[in-house]
């Protein structure tokens, strides 16, 4: 399995627009994030997990050229707003398959109320096939996803475990049930916002101590907030086996 950072930026990404905070002025590439997501491709499967604003330049950028489907987490803008974009896809390949809870699958129904229309639907628009996702695991291509739930302040969220592979985002409660789905991972991806505290968002402590609880071979934090601070001074203060990501960065599970 082969897992690519898409994004690993928080809502706004970095740069900020207009920011001149010293991260968002920095020239290093490590230092420029997208807004997150990750592609996950086994075999000839090619799945998304989120589909923010920066979509577009995401797959071309990754020079994806087919997608077997989308893999919701919540509605925040942050992770739904590049949908319109699966167009290509939809032209090359029909409806695509989107994977999320119910409520995030209304979200979207009311966001691009004309991707759902049945009557009269404009030509051009895409379709896609709703997959509703209860926290039950279920089957895309030939593997079987373990929703993980968490809460985002008090939204529901859903991580997804990929076999030995597990995709944490935007969490900042996990109850000690759901940890208990996260045994005996090679790679644990949690979000990491900032030092100081959040209230829907890990900060750097919370997120290293969720990494001590589930004890994943290695992990790699993501949803960075430019507060952070630099890559390279962050990832200096690391433990073993955690990793900052970055955009771009490809792992081999
Ligand atoms: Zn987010």
Known sequence: MKVTFLGTGTSQGI???GSTHPV?????PKDKRLRVSVLIEWDNYTYVVDCGPDFRQ??????CAKLDGIIFTH???????????IRPFFFKQGAIDIYAHKRVIKALERTFAYIFETENKYPGAPSVNENYIDGK???VGDLQIV???GLHNKLQVYGYRFD??????DMKTVADSEIKKLKNLEVLVINALREEPHESHFNLEEALDFIDKVKPKSAYLTHISHLLGFHDDVQQKLPENVYLAYDNLQ???
Do not use: V, W
């Open 15 to 17: 740069p900020i627009i």
């Open 24 to 28: 968002c002025l920095s020239d290093n």
């Open 58 to 63: 995401q797959m071309l950028r990754a020079n």
């Open 75 to 85: 509605e925040h803008a942050d992770h739904i707003m590049g949908l319109d974009d």
């Open 137 to 139: 695991p279920f089957i």
């Open 147 to 149: 929703p993980i739930e």
């Open 164 to 169: 030995k592979f597990a995709y944490l985002t």
């Open 251 to 253: 792992i081999t599970i």
